[in-house]
């Protein structure tokens, strides 16, 4: 009776565990589309995802891809003009609360941003390229943002923060950087 007794327990015991671990997502996915305002007053918008692994803290690491495109940018002297970016990110994330359906955060995300572009002067008026540029730099990302638990697998967010896609010392790089706004959602 003693080893039937025990064998019910336990078995609550674990089921109990895995209820409280299951009703805590261990990965979640987010989708968001971007808004970049460019320090030179141009702007670069494109989609991003990311996925995140959930440890149960306030922490949370995860992984993304961006897109964010513009036609036209001026940058030490030059037209760029068919710009793409493509940023490959780790984030960092923390939660400041989980008791309440608004959930603030700040995040960071640091990577590589593979860029394509077509290159002219100021004396060359675009649409004329000059030459077609493929290059590559550190991407950077710091912002906050606040998500709205609509319910455990879903909440829509916004954030803002500062993003450069090609950070250097070397103030001749170029370097799309500016304050960015995301909406988008997570599940």
Do not use: C, W
């Not at 495109?69 to 990110?89: A, E, I």
């Not at 939660?95 to 060359?124: N, R, W």
Request: charged letters at 15%; a neutral charge.
């Amino acid at each position: 009776m003693l080893l039937v007794g025990y064998s019910f327990s336990f078995s609550a015991l674990a089921q109990e565990k895995t209820t409280k671990a299951d009703s805590i997502p261990l990965f979640t996915f987010s989708a968001a589309y971007q808004l970049l305002r460019s320090t030179h007053r141009d702007f670069f918008n494109g989609p991003a995802v990311m996925i995140t692994r959930n440890f149960g803290g306030h922490f949370k690491p995860g992984i993304g891809i961006s897109y964010a495109t513009d036609q036209q940018h001026h940058d030490n002297g030059l037209v760029l003009s068919n710009m793409k970016l493509l940023p490959v990110f780790a984030n960092l994330s923390y939660d400041f609360t989980s008791h309440s359906k608004f959930e603030p955060y700040v995040e960071i995300a640091l990577g590589y941003t593979f860029m394509k572009y077509d290159q002219g002067t100021d004396a060359i008026p675009y649409p004329n390229p000059v030459d077609h540029v493929t290059d590559r730099g550190f991407y950077a990302y710091g912002g906050f943002g606040l998500r709205y638990a609509v319910s455990k697998h879903f909440a829509p967010f916004v954030s803002a923060g500062f993003k450069g896609y090609n950070n250097s010392r070397n103030d001749l790089d170029i370097n799309p950087h500016g304050i960015t706004f995301q909406g988008g959602f997570r599940f």
